[in-house]
């Protein structure tokens, strides 16, 4: 499972494909993007910032900070 959250309030959540990809329309602002559980690819629950534009969305930390 991932959450989204913007201002620390989830305002999306979204089930992971089994090779832990997944996909989701939000507007533009700026987001947290937690995974609930280790998905595929992330062995650790993780959480990045990313900021959604008009054209597109920039991942703000590169590297995923891990939760466990």
Do not use: F, M
């Not at 959450?3 to 309030?9: A, P, R, T």
């Not at 989701?24 to 990313?50: I, M």
């Amino acid at each position: 499972l991932v959450e989204v959250l913007q201002d620390d309030v989830v305002v999306a959540t979204v089930e992971t494909e089994s090779d832990g990809r997944y996909g989701l329309a939000l507007r533009p602002g700026t987001y947290t993007v937690r995974t609930e559980a280790a998905v595929a690819g992330a062995p650790e629950p993780t959480e990045l910032t990313v900021v959604v534009t008009a054209d597109g969305c920039e991942q703000l930390n590169r590297q995923p900070r891990t939760l466990g």
